[in-house]
């Protein structure tokens, strides 16, 4: 505050004398978080402050380190560490610098062996800020194992991190997320090296000061998730920026990687207060989903679960966030919603039958399927269900959060997806998906559900239906047996729905294409290149014709699209007769795209087609709905017309970026076809 009759800044430091009295007391982390307050601390408490909030109680005496040296990547530890100590904040004599080499090694080689890791040359960035607090070897490799364990994420995990980071932008920012997507920056081009070193590899030389102090903030978080809400606030703030910049390519990367290098260190207490905030209108329970994957703990579960079962959760847990196109939440934090900072605004997106069966007292309806079967009236409803979210903010009855809930089906929500899709389309903020849907829903309130749920009628409530078949054959109530029978029962009621079957059809084919129309040739599709090269020879049966797998061709995915010949592979739901959608993946070789159809659960797949990439002679889309993708397979006759014998037809979440990457493969065996 300003004192009277002065312009000096009275500074109360009296923060400090307290901090210093609770960690000599070795006061409680909470009362300590309390005292601090998001600021960075002084020099000389740092060590102690750190200690706490790593929860570092005893440092054992100093004890002998192995001498064998003998790693695989010895070498590439020896030059990191040599590297550390020269490009060191201090300055050493020769003897030194030795010293402090041999001391870094011995630390990072123990801590290889200890925890049976494989050494990552990201841990000497972790390490280095480290060196300048003048730590013991034993201290040193204390505080280092607790960094990692807290706050570093695995590389198995990094790309989910990414992809996690992209989620948060949506959710807060879709237009900002949009304008990234359309220029290509996704989070792996310039936040990966933020997650992965804690931010201490992007700052400019010189600003160790800077490290210590967003370490200070970083560290004193309970919540090992925080980095990501500083991350996003970097990109926010820059919102501005990087929509009035001319930046493409490697230019907007640098200015994007670089933001860190922007904030002073007097900015870093503003920069977590906002962070903070994001935090806290964010949904919280997606951290239990990421988790697992990121940091490299069990999967917080309810009951008992054997390892398998475990496994198997982890399994499906991957695969449905993988295919999640907004940020996930969790049941639980749906019916606890009233008591925490995040208020939701419920859209059940189930078909009505289902819906007047029993729904959450503050659930709107939302048809998924009106938006195939009557698309003027699914923008009607739309309309409607914004403007009842602006009157139920007003009065104070929901809130600013958009959370979708499907049937918990596969089926039925890939129709949500698309719901899903148009609102993210039109920027809506705050948008995320029950996992589990409404059979997780139903689920964890059955013991109170007249509590939660209203006009429930148990005769016609699928899920209870089902409890009452399972229990009749003793196969018990697994979520994932409910979800395989609504899958049928859906299935049933969409093959004899006609009326949406022909809706989709005409969503389908009336809109004309905009990559290319029916009345192109080949060579406008692929920049000139002559129709020919599209043309099966008669005698290259193998390379071009299209092959129905054995139903026996059972692959696992993963396993699958990680063979040294693969380059590509694209989650997709594949549309069969214009009506139903089944998860699936395009995986491509050099030569040939693989159609796998999901088997849920599993993490396996039946290869369905292996189509010649070279017999491709069309890819499609939609203006309307970019998101649906035809390619049609064909040849030319010597008369030189086109003769179009099959076609696949695939929903898919970037169009642009799976057209691309097909059409640049089938260039190179054009290019390669003209070369021979």
Request: aromatic share 10%; net charge negative.
């Amino acid at each position: 505050m300003l004192s009277d009759g002065s312009d000096e800044i009275e500074v109360d430091l009296s923060w400090i004398t307290d901090l210093a009295n609770a960690l000599e007391s070795n006061a409680d982390i909470n009362e300590v978080r309390t005292i601090v307050a998001g600021r960075s601390v002084p020099r000389h408490l740092r060590v102690q402050f750190w200690g706490c909030c790593l929860g570092i109680k005893y440092i054992s005496p100093e004890e002998e380190w192995s001498e064998v040296y003998d790693l695989e990547q010895q070498d590439v530890i020896r030059s990191d560490c040599t590297s550390l100590v020269q490009n060191s904040y201090s300055s050493h004599s020769d003897s030194e610098a030795l010293s402090q080499v041999s001391d870094l090694e011995a630390i990072l080689t123990h801590y290889v062996k200890v925890k049976h890791k494989k050494y990552t040359s990201l841990w000497a960035s972790i390490i280095t800020p480290l060196v300048s607090l003048n730590l013991s070897k034993r201290q040193l490799y204390t505080f280092f194992d607790a960094i990692i364990d807290h706050f570093f994420i695995d590389q198995s995990g990094i790309e989910k991190a990414c992809d996690l980071m992209r989620l948060l932008i949506l959710y807060h920012d879709p237009e900002l997320c949009s304008l990234l997507d359309t220029l290509k920056m996704s989070p792996n081009e310039y936040a990966q090296v933020w997650l992965e070193t804690l931010f201490s590899k992007t700052v400019e030389d010189g600003s160790l000061d800077f490290i210590l102090s967003l370490w200070d903030v970083l560290f004193q978080q309970e919540d090992c998730f925080f980095i990501f809400f500083l991350c996003l606030v970097l990109i926010i703030n820059a919102k501005d920026d990087i929509m009035n910049s001319k930046f493409q390519g490697s230019e907007m990367k640098h200015f994007l990687s670089t933001l860190p290098n922007k904030v002073q260190e007097e900015d870093i207490e503003d920069l977590c207060s906002i962070a903070t905030y994001y935090s806290s209108k964010t949904p919280f329970s997606f951290r239990n989903f990421y988790r697992p994957f990121l940091f490299q703990t069990e999967i917080v579960t309810t009951g008992e679960n054997t390892p398998p079962e475990r496994a198997a959760l982890e399994k499906k847990l991957n695969f449905y966030l993988s295919h999640s196109l907004c940020l996930p939440v969790s049941a639980n934090e749906i019916i606890a919603g009233r008591s925490i900072q995040v208020r939701y605004f419920l859209i059940d997106c189930r078909p009505f039958n289902q819906y007047n069966a029993g729904h959450l007292a503050t659930a709107f309806h939302l048809d998924a399927q009106l938006m195939l079967s009557d698309p003027k009236q699914f923008q009607t409803s739309v309309d409607t269900l914004l403007n009842n979210q602006k009157q139920a903010l007003e009065l104070d009855q929901a809130g600013e959060h958009f959370c979708f809930i499907g049937s918990g089906a596969q089926s039925d929500d890939s129709f949500l997806q698309m719901v899903i899709a148009h609102f993210l389309q039109r920027h809506c903020q705050c948008v995320s998906i029950v996992v589990g849907g409404y059979i997780a829903l139903h689920t964890l309130v059955l013991p109170s559900i007249t509590s939660y749920v209203v006009d429930h009628d148990p005769q016609v409530c699928i899920p209870c239906t089902f409890r009452r078949k399972s229990s009749e054959t003793q196969h018990g109530d697994a979520i994932d047996s409910i979800v395989g029978f609504v899958d049928r029962i859906s299935l049933t009621v969409r093959e004899k729905s006609t009326a949406v079957k022909e809706s989709l059809e005409r969503f389908i084919h009336d809109s004309p294409g905009n990559y290319v129309q029916p009345r192109d040739h080949v060579s406008q599709v692929y920049g000139g290149i002559k129709p020919h090269v599209f043309s099966i020879a008669d005698d290259d049966d193998d390379e071009t014709s299209t092959s129905v797998a054995d139903p026996k061709d059972l692959v696992v995915i993963k396993s699958f699209s990680k063979q040294p010949e693969m380059v590509h592979c694209f989650a997709a739901s594949e549309i069969l007769d214009d009506t139903v959608l089944k998860p699936s993946f395009l995986i491509c070789s050099a030569t040939h795209m693989y159609i796998v159809r999901v088997i849920p659960n599993t993490g396996q797949g039946l290869i369905r087609f292996r189509r010649a990439l070279n017999s491709i002679v069309r890819i499609t889309t939609k203006k309307k709905r970019p998101e649906i993708i035809t390619f049609k397979y064909g040849v030319h006759e010597t008369d030189g017309e086109l003769r179009i014998w099959d076609m696949d037809r695939f929903l898919v979440q970037n169009p642009t970026k799976v057209t691309t990457a097909i059409k640049t493969l089938i260039m190179n065996i054009m290019d390669t076809m003209s070369g021979q």
